[in-house]
């Protein structure tokens, strides 16, 4: 017995820790990240409520972490204080383990490639920063080029309607990028009417049939959000294609996701 009392707090010593390693890692990430991107992008009110929530879900990540490693809620010796202490630890401890499942799902979906020949692939834009396209959006379309040199008869279907203050559209931003890589133009085809991924896809069964294979191509952390936002809008043949997503960012990209996961689950 004696044994197991010594390895206990050492393990939930190791394990508290890593967690509060976690917690402050996204928490600067999203910290170091979103000001920057709010204070460049066009639509600043739905970003400054993203960062907001991506705040809190950090929050509860933290008080876990330190729950875990230092007993947070349980300190207090009177009765009545320590059984409120139990309810918190129990609150906090199932609304972190909510958090990690979406970290975990979003992470492992842009892990998935099952791309194959399909007449279409569609790539999914990204907000532009102070009217520039960002290394994500970037990665997006160095992955859509290359889908097309692996398949010639392949067409892209450029999907993004949020302009930046000049009125360029993702989409058009997409075509003219992509055509200054020799991409030809006709190979591309435009959907710059749409501001969310929804809609995306709502505009995209005008061009594509439901049923017909399609490639998505989108960042890694956007994938798995983009294939089920896919699936409800009727498309039953999807193909991934993640890009490659900046390591600095990723922190606050992957709990943009699970905060946008988060508001659909709640509007069911």
């Known amino acids: 017995m004696k044994t197991t009392e010594r390895r206990t707090p ?5 394990i508290g820790d890593l967690l509060l390693a976690l917690a402050i890692l996204l928490l600067a990430d999203v910290l170091i990240v979103m000001p920057a991107k709010i204070n460049a992008v066009v639509l600043k009110a739905d970003y400054r409520k993203v ?3 991506e705040l809190a879900l950090c929050a509860i990540l933290l008080l876990f972490a330190l729950d ?6 349980t300190r207090w010796k009177p009765v009545i204080l320590k059984g409120i202490g139990w309810v918190l630890r129990v609150v906090v401890a199932l609304l972190s383990a909510v958090i990690l499942f979406f970290c975990v799902k979003v992470v492992s979906g842009g892990m998935i490639n099952t791309a194959g020949q ?3 692939a569609v790539v999914l834009g990204l907000a532009l920063e102070n009217g520039k396209h960002v290394p994500d959006l970037t990665a997006r379309l160095d992955t859509a080029k290359a889908y097309l040199e692996e398949y010639p008869e392949a067409k892209l279907i450029l999907t993004g ?9 993702e989409a058009a931003v997409m075509r003219d990028i992509l055509t200054e890589k020799g991409v030809s133009q006709d190979r591309l085809i435009l959907e710059d009417r749409a501001e969310t991924t929804k809609e995306n896809f709502r505009n995209i069964a005008g061009i594509v049939q439901a049923d017909e294979p399609v490639v998505m191509i989108s960042s890694d952390y956007h ?9 409800e809008a009727g498309f039953s043949h999807l193909m991934r294609l993640p890009a490659p997503s900046g390591f600095f960012a990723y922190g606050a990209n992957m709990l943009w996701e699970v905060v946008l996961d988060l508001n659909d689950l709640t509007k069911k």
């Open 51 to 53: 960062f907001t929530y």
């Open 10 to 14: 050492i393990a939930r010593r190791i």
């Open 223 to 231: 994938m798995d959000r983009a294939v089920r936002i896919a699936g």
């Open 118 to 120: 399909a007449r279409y």
């Open 68 to 73: 875990v490693r230092f007993s947070l809620f």
């Open 161 to 169: 309607g949020n302009a930046d203050e000049s009125g360029r559209t």
